[in-house]
């Protein structure tokens, strides 16, 4: 079974500042992860698919990079609505990793 | 527009079982596989299984087999998840979650169900 590991577990940063989470797969899942956002009390919402690609109407700060085993999710310029928690997540066996809770300083 | 809604919160005793609609509305039913994920409090997101709506094939995550049942009625739009010998590990929220053609992935999901179990 591929394990997906997030790091880092919490990330606490100031607004307008540049947010990075990482992903790393325990074996290669190609291009096949995706990111998805967790508010408090609310479903997970699609951020990015196949690795890269933005889903609809999800704002052009949020970026996603990789392939293989190492995958990195980018935030450019952090706003007071982007506190949540980020998961990634592979098709191969539809697991999710441990999550990243993204916190305003 | 899209929705799915899911039935509302459940409390169940240990070893009962948990049957948990979802209703699709707004696109095709038959024509996009769910997903049901569950999400125990202040923890992750943990995948299930899925089922297809056309046919009614299934594929249940290795922890939950034997346990879980996924079915459909297409008359009315809707999908369930049974989950059966309720456990105290078992509360959690449950979603289910459309898989769209163009991300591959989970593109609408419903708003949640809260299942708790207590003696």
């Known amino acids: 079974e591929i394990v997906l590991t997030q790091s880092p577990a919490t990330l606490s940063l100031s607004p307008g500042e540049r947010a990075t989470l990482s992903c790393r797969a325990s074996?290669?899942?190609?291009?096949?992860l995706a990111w998805f956002q967790q508010k408090p009390g609310l479903a997970p919402r699609l951020l990015i698919y196949?690795?890269?690609n933005r889903a609809t109407g999800i704002p052009a700060r949020f970026s996603g990079s990789g392939s293989g085993t190492d995958f990195t999710l980018t935030i450019s310029s952090l706003e007071p609505e982007d506190v949540a928690v980020y998961y990634c997540q592979q098709r191969s066996n539809w697991t999710f990793g441990g999550g990243t809770k993204v916190e305003i300083k | 527009q899209v929705q799915l809604v899911q039935s509302g919160a459940e409390v169940k005793k240990p070893g009962a079982s948990v049957k948990v609609s979802c209703k699709a509305s707004g696109y095709t039913f038959t024509g996009y596989y769910m997903h049901w994920v569950r999400q125990a409090p202040g923890q992750g997101l943990e995948w299930m299984g899925w089922i297809n709506p056309n046919s009614g094939g299934t594929r249940y995550a290795q922890k939950f087999q034997g346990r879980v049942t996924m079915t459909r009625d297409t008359s009315i739009s809707t999908a369930y998840m049974e989950l059966s010998s309720l456990k105290s590990d078992d509360a959690a929220v449950y979603y289910c979650?459309?898989?769209?053609?163009?991300?591959?992935?989970?593109?609408?999901w419903g708003q949640g169900t809260l299942v708790t179990v207590s003696a």
């Open positions: 074996q290669s899942v190609s291009s096949s």
């Open positions: 979650a459309r898989v769209g053609y163009r991300e591959l992935n989970f593109d609408y």
């Open positions: 196949a690795a890269s």
